[in-house]
């Protein structure tokens, strides 16, 4: 398999709920990102991380919790969220950091919460 | 504050009917300007990098270009299959990967 892979593809969870989203690239890639898209407004950088340490938080609230074993593998653990947390949630990757503009995105999450 | 601002919000033409997308920019110091396109249901694909004014980039049917102070996405007689939605991103110079400032998109419909 090849490029960014995002599973699963739609999530509906209660606001009480635990889940994880996760994400794998297989471009050999050292840099992973979280990305939010909600309707009518930016993508919006969520957390970077580059060779498995985070180098970003973008002031994402608690209740989000990214987590990344290797250079190949992103997690994104959701807890107690809030029904405007219910987005797109896409993951990309790039060589580095450095590197930022040309991503390489996954098909992303929808994420519903009720 | 750093600013992407993408022209029009939707774009409807008939299949072979040209027209061109704006991006235009505020920022404090560009280091280069990206084109994607989005499917629904999909993630972006990058289609181009543009780093400094008067510079062009071209891929089939899209044809970017760049001024100081904004950029077009010319599309020359388009098919349906160029319908998605295109996203515009300014990366500036800031430090960190934090640097990347993408527009809210053109969402293009081209009808048969």
């Known amino acids: 398999e090849t490029g960014v892979t995002q599973t699963p593809r739609h999530l509906v969870m209660g606001m009480t709920n635990k889940k994880s989203l996760k994400c794998e690239q297989h471009?050999?890639?050292?840099?992973m990102y979280w990305y939010k898209q909600s309707a009518k407004k930016p993508l919006e950088l969520m957390f970077v991380?580059?060779?498995?340490?985070?180098?970003e938080n973008n002031s994402v609230p608690s209740r989000f919790s990214p987590e990344c074993p290797n250079s190949s593998h992103l997690f994104l653990h959701l807890h107690t969220l809030q029904p405007e947390d219910s987005a797109l949630y896409l993951c990309?990757?790039?060589?580095?950091?450095?590197?930022?503009?040309?991503?390489?995105f996954g098909s992303g999450t929808q994420l519903s919460v009720l | 504050e750093d600013q992407v601002t993408q022209s029009p919000e939707a774009l409807r033409l008939q299949e072979g009917e040209s027209s061109s997308l704006n991006c235009s920019y505020t920022?404090?110091?560009?280091?280069?300007l990206f084109w994607y396109r989005q499917d629904p249901g999909k993630g972006p694909e990058f289609l181009f990098t543009l780093y400094s004014a008067g510079e062009e980039k071209e891929k089939e049917r899209l044809k970017a270009t760049l001024t100081k102070k904004e950029s077009f996405l010319h599309i020359t007689a388009p098919k349906p299959e160029d319908s998605a939605t295109y996203l515009c991103?300014?990366?500036?110079?800031?430090?960190?990967?934090?640097?990347?400032?993408f527009g809210t998109g053109t969402r293009l419909t081209v009808i048969p």
């Open positions: 991380y580059n060779f498995k340490e985070q180098t």
């Open positions: 920022v404090s110091g560009l280091r280069g």
């Open positions: 991103a300014v990366r500036t110079t800031e430090t960190g990967a934090n640097n990347l400032f």
């Open positions: 471009l050999g890639h050292n840099a």
């Open positions: 990309a990757s790039s060589p580095g950091t450095a590197t930022n503009e040309k991503l390489f």
